[in-house]
């Protein structure tokens, strides 16, 4: 079974912190994206990797960076925390292109203070 | 990214009914249409998906209605059970901006 983690399940942060989401896949995927979920917004995309060192922005990418320094890692940074992104953050992976399958992680529940 | 609409938002269903949700989307470019079902402290997975060469789709209890144009796909429950309550997302994707998804629906099958 494809798995891919999220090295949180909750994170408490301060406004003004520099905060570190963490994700790692086991299946060699090529792909792997950051969304964050909320209440009848559903999941929008923050940004997407298609291969190590590449990078794409989605729909809302202000606020945020991502780092893919390994194919298995991607990791979304939150350079300047503040309130407005408390959230769901939700990793995926997929093998081929955006007409595949994405595997999702748990999520990390981050609230901002 | 192009939008898509999803509806309703929420819909409650006694056992054995047949929960309809629908989606439609706007860009043609689209040829990948999947659904999505997340519990509660879990990631979204994979319920079954569609492309749009076929019109229809039956994975178990679950079926997929796709009109292409129209521009609409719905998933249908057959004999809908409680333990199928969650919130169910339909996505579209074939562009290479990843996938776009609806806002949800939070479904209740009532024993």
């Known amino acids: 079974d494809v798995k891919v983690t999220q090295s949180s399940r909750y994170l408490v942060k301060r406004t003004g912190e520099k905060v570190f989401l963490e994700c790692v896949q086991d299946?060699?995927?090529?792909?792997m994206f950051w969304y964050r979920q909320d209440p009848g917004l559903g999941l929008r995309l923050i940004y997407f990797s298609y291969d190590v060192k590449m990078k794409e922005k989605g729909d809302i990418p202000e606020g945020y960076s991502v780092s893919r320094e390994k194919k298995e890692r991607f990791s979304l940074i939150l350079e300047s925390a503040s309130t407005n992104q408390t959230s769901m953050y939700l990793c995926?992976?997929?093998?081929?292109?955006?007409?595949?399958?994405?595997?999702f992680g748990a999520g990390t529940r981050l609230s901002v203070l | 990214q192009q939008q898509v609409k999803q509806s309703p938002q929420s819909l409650i269903v006694q056992k054995g009914g047949i929960p309809i949700i629908n989606c439609a989307y706007e860009?043609?470019?689209?040829?990948?249409f999947p659904w999505y079902q997340q519990f509660p402290g879990k990631g979204p997975a994979l319920l079954i998906a569609?492309?749009?060469?076929?019109s229809e789709k039956k994975e178990g209890r679950f079926t997929i209605s796709f009109n292409k144009s129209a521009k609409q796909f719905s998933l249908h429950i057959m004999d809908s059970q409680p333990g199928d309550s969650a919130t169910y997302f339909c996505?579209?994707?074939?562009?290479?901006?990843?996938?776009?998804f609806g806002k949800g629906t939070h479904l209740i099958i009532q024993p």
């Open positions: 996505a579209a994707g074939g562009g290479a901006d990843g996938l776009t």
């Open positions: 860009n043609t470019a689209f040829d990948y």
């Open positions: 299946m060699d995927h090529e792909n």
């Open positions: 569609i492309r749009p060469d076929v």
């Open positions: 995926a992976s997929s093998l081929q292109g955006t007409s595949d399958i994405q595997y």
